[in-house]
């Protein structure tokens, strides 16, 4: 049982650290927009429209972090072995 407590801990952790380095990057993104708007308010719609896909690319990691987090949790591919060693 030990081993899908593990699993849990890996999985939360892993999706933590995921949302911290997400939400990190996002707010990087819309400082560095905000700046080039004040800067240069005639470019705020090309700056927008790079930092809209910016963000969209930020946010496939987290989505990325999501799915390794459920893979680990449901679909584990070592959970049958680890049941035959708990099983002797």
């Known amino acids: 049982m030990e081993f899908f407590a593990w699993c849990v801990m890996a999985a939360g952790i892993g999706m933590g650290l995921g949302a911290i380095g997400t939400g990190i990057g996002q707010g990087h993104a819309i400082q560095g927009a905000c700046e080039g708007v004040a800067r240069n308010p005639g470019a705020s719609g090309k ?9 969209a690319m930020v946010e496939s990691l987290a989505i990325y972090v999501f799915v390794v987090a459920m893979i680990i949790l449901f679909a584990n591919p070592f959970t049958d072995q680890v049941l035959e060693l708990l099983a002797k």
């Open 47 to 55: 700056i927008l429209t790079t930092m809209m896909i910016g963000l």
